[in-house]
Each structure stands twice: as C-alpha cells, then as structure tokens.
C-alpha cells in the first residue's frame, strides 16, 4: 500500500521539472507561479507522506513524529496554492485578485503556524507511520492541530470546488474539463476527509474504525491530488498534446511520401527521438518540399496523363467505382484520378533526378498541385505507397533510365 503515495508524487515532481523549466523567468506571472507551486508542493507533500518516507524523516530530525506536523503543513500550503491558482486563473481586477489570494496565503499562514505549535506542545513520543490519526486521535494539542489541518484543508476543498460549480456555467471547450476534473478530484478529496473524521470520531466514542484512515482515505486522497493537478493542467496543455496528436497522426500518413523525398535532400534534416510530434512534422514537410523542388524540373505531363487516363480506367471497372476515396477528395474539388495522377508524375520525375541529374527535362513540365494543399499531401503519400498505376509509372521510368545508360 506504501507505494500508492510514490505514484502521485512521481508523477507530479517530473511534471513540476518540466513546468519549472519551462518558467524561467515568469515568475511574476501569479498564475504560473501558482501552477509550478502546486505541482511542486503537491510532488514532494506525495512522497512525504508515505511511510518510509515518514520514518526517514523522523530518524533524521530525532523526533519522534515529526513527519506529521510536516506533511499537514504541506498539505495547507498545498491547499492555499490551489486557491490562489484558481484565484489567478479566473482573473478579474488585478487588484482584488492580489487582495483575495493575500487574504489566503495569510491565512493558511496561520494555519501553518497553529499546526506547528499545536504539536510542539503535543506529547507525542510513539512514531505511528499509518495510524498517527486515529492513535493519537484523544491526545491533547495532537487532536486538536489534526482537526485544524482536517478543518482547514475542508474548507480549501469546498471553496475550490464551489468556485469550479459556479464558474463551469460560463466557460465551454478545455476550461470546462479541466474544471469537471477539479470538481471531481474534490469529491475524492471530501471522501478522504470524511473518511478520516469518522475515523477519529469512532475512536471519540471508543471504536476502532481505523481502517477508514489507513485502508479507504489513502487512495482516495491519491486520486483527488493527481485529479486535481490534472484539472488546472488540462486547459494549458491540452491544446498542445492535441497539436503533438495531430502532428503524430500527419507525420505517419506522410511517411510514404517523405520515404520517396528523403534520400534527394543535399543536408539531412536532424531529428531526435525526444523531439515532440510537431517538430518532426516540420522537418518531414521540409524535406518533402524540398525533394518536389529536386524533382519539378522533371516533372512530365506526359506522364500524369497517361496515369490519370490509366486511374480512370482501373476506377470504372471497380465495383464501388473508388467512391471512398473520391469522397475526401471530391470535398477539395481535386479528383481521387488527379491525385493518382500526381503521384505517378512525382515518382517517375524522382527516379530521373536521382538516376541521371543531368538528363534532359521534358519537353512539356508539370505541376504538382497536390502538394501546395496540406490535406492533398496525404492522399500524394498513399498513392505513393499504394497505387499500383503509380507502380507502374514507376517501373517504366527505371526502364528508361537503365536503356539511356
């Protein structure tokens, strides 16, 4: 069960690495000071919290417990983040904002400072790693600084979840996820503190109820804090992993194309494999447009007649008479034989460029006219690989170049 903590916080400190590094010197900017804090807070409150780390913590301060008033004061910061985060990201007048969310750190502030104090006057000398709630749940001072985390950290979690119902009327498109998934990362959050007030309540009335603490709450509180960072994420970088998407999905459909374009380039283009989907699209489309100019001097229109009359031939005598791929193209006004057509025009043009650059071009140049529209691109790719009239075009090009040598 330890390892649930580790997971959240893992995977909260690599997002908080790249969110710092990404800051740089924005930190002025309340709302990315705010983000970069709750990922970074929420990481290490994570880690601290789950038991091994707990005993660490405590071996190396020497008291006992320690890790307790550590984590719960994580825990309010952390909360005070999350309010100023949604503060700044709802906006308004800049200073009534700067007035709200001084008003919050303040007083989670105090808070932290109550905790600290509280358990400084605590008589507390058993370490408890799992149950420190409950176990300590009639001790003087230890009660109260836990129900004055359980208290505050409540009222963070309704006000955030009150300002996500409140706000979800007037915003649509990624906004409205992210603050659904806030909305629900706070039910799973009001689930681990019920969990724990009934905990400490049955121990109150001298039941053992503990399993709610050290069994239900952990969980629980897992999922609200990865739910939750996932929430205030989702509208900054969810445009992003949308663009990589598409990006990834056009880099594949285009591999044909850039297979045939790639080896005509003077310099190759350099991509790493770390290198995300929308900068390996762009060297790709480079070097595809930079092998069709290789190979425009030797476009032949010749050529693309004869595959376009050929494509059409083959499409009459399909059953279907090729309606499912007319039907993207048809949209454009660009005929699925033209497109055919192209294709065979491009691949017999690429194998005089590289055969013999110094054959003369011919008499009537083409034009390629798939290539100047992004989503004709793809339809250029998948005659390239899948055509047999482009095939053909190219095989008979190869002849012609082996009898001119």
Same mark, same amino acid.
């Given at each position: 069960?330890?390892?649930?903590? @580790? ?24 709302? =990315? ?108 001072? =230890? ?5 004055? @985390? ?110 045939? =374009? ?35 001097? @030797? ?77 004709? =691109? ?28």
């Amino acid at each position: 069960m330890d390892f649930i903590f @580790y997971v959240p916080g893992v995977i909260l400190l690599i997002t908080a690495v790249f969110k710092l590094s990404a800051l740089r010197g924005s930190w002025r900017d309340p709302l =990315m000071a705010a983000s970069g804090s709750v990922l970074l807070i929420g990481a290490l409150v994570c880690i601290l919290s789950a038991p091994p780390t707990i005993s660490v913590v405590n071996s190396l301060t020497g008291i006992a417990n320690f890790s307790a008033a550590l984590v719960y004061s994580g825990m309010s910061a952390l909360s005070a983040c999350y309010l100023v985060l949604m503060i700044a990201w709802r906006g308004g007048e800049p200073e009534r904002v700067a007035r709200t969310s001084l008003l919050v750190v303040g007083f989670y502030a105090l808070v932290i400072v109550g905790i600290v104090a509280l358990f400084s006057l605590a008589d507390v000398p058993v370490e408890r790693t799992r149950d420190l709630d409950t176990y300590y749940a009639n001790t003087p001072y =230890m009660r109260e600084m836990i129900l004055l @985390y359980l208290v505050s950290h409540t009222v963070a979690t309704v006000t955030l979840a009150g300002m996500c119902r409140s706000w979800l009327r007037e915003v649509h498109d990624l906004t409205r996820r992210g603050l659904t998934l806030i909305v629900v990362g706070a039910i799973f959050d009001l689930s681990y503190q019920i969990a724990k007030y009934t905990a400490m309540a049955a121990r109150w009335n001298g039941r053992d109820w503990d399993f709610l603490s050290t069994s239900v709450s952990p969980p629980l509180v897992a999922i609200a804090g990865v739910t939750v960072a996932a929430g205030f994420a989702l509208p900054r970088i969810g445009p992003s992993i949308a663009a990589n998407l598409r990006a990834w999905r056009r880099h594949r459909l285009l591999h044909p194309l850039w297979a045939e =374009m790639r080896d005509l380039r003077a310099l190759a283009s350099e991509t790493h494999w770390w290198d995300p989907p929308v900068v390996r699209l762009a060297q790709q489309e480079i070097t595809i447009l930079d092998g069709v100019l290789v190979c425009s001097p @030797y476009l032949d229109n010749d050529v693309r007649k004869a595959a376009y009359a050929a494509e059409r031939r083959a499409d009459t005598s399909r059953p279907d008479h090729g309606t499912s791929d007319r039907g993207a193209a048809g949209q454009v006004g660009v005929d699925q034989a033209e497109i055919v057509a192209e294709a065979a025009m491009l691949a017999a043009a690429r194998v005089r460029a590289s055969a013999n650059p110094s054959a003369e071009f011919p008499a009537d140049v083409g034009e390629l006219q798939c290539i100047k529209q992004p989503h004709l =691109m793809v339809g250029l790719a998948r005659a390239l690989a899948s055509s047999p009239v482009v095939a053909d075009a190219r095989q008979r090009a190869y002849v012609q170049e082996v009898r001119h040598d």
